[in-house]
């Protein structure tokens, strides 16, 4: 088995990626949370950098109620969830400004300690369920949720390295 899909690896990784992206998040000046980026760093995102911030937290929130399904008494999502789910996945565009920069990052923050702390206490990574994603087992979501994290990371330090430059 390759270290993408060690257990402890990813939740290592998980953990630290918490850190990379809040490292990027505090480059950014606050003025330019909720600006567009400007002329051909719009190429890069079109979305301002608060709105990578609470695109996490949605994917987050979600994947931790997913990693649920890997506890010992977990239980599959409700179709009331699943459709909150899917009601905030695609109304993030619209939503993102109701919280603060200071929540969306609080709880970004906690949605990843709780998926953290979901992940140590999982059964058995191996099991397959029908997810957000399809059907997956527990490292592949542990592995698309570190991947989908270094993506965003990356975004947002795009926008604070070369803001000036490209505006």
Not at 84 to 94: P, S, T, V, Y
Not at 112 to 119: K, N, S, V
Not at 152 to 163: C, D, G, K, R, V
Request: with cysteine; proline share 3%.
């Amino acid at each position: 088995m390759t270290a993408l899909y060690e257990a402890t690896w990813l939740q290592e990784q998980l953990a630290h990626s918490l850190g990379m992206l809040e490292g990027a998040w505090a480059a950014l000046p606050e003025e330019r949370y909720s600006a567009l980026p400007p002329g051909r760093l719009a190429k890069l995102s079109s979305w301002p950098a608060q709105l990578h911030l609470y695109h996490l937290y949605i994917y987050e929130r979600i994947t931790v109620d997913y990693a649920a399904y890997w506890l010992p008494d977990g239980a599959a999502a409700s179709e009331a969830e699943q459709a909150e789910h899917i009601r905030l996945w695609q109304g993030q565009e619209e939503d993102w400004q109701q919280l603060s920069a200071a929540e969306t990052w609080a709880e970004m923050q906690a949605q990843r300690q709780e998926l953290l702390a979901r992940l140590a206490g999982a059964a058995d990574w191996d099991a397959r369920y029908d997810v957000f994603w399809g059907e997956q087992n527990l490292r592949w979501v542990a592995a698309k949720c570190f991947q989908h994290t270094l993506e965003h990371t990356t975004t947002l330090l795009q926008l604070a390295i070369f803001w000036d430059r490209f505006a």
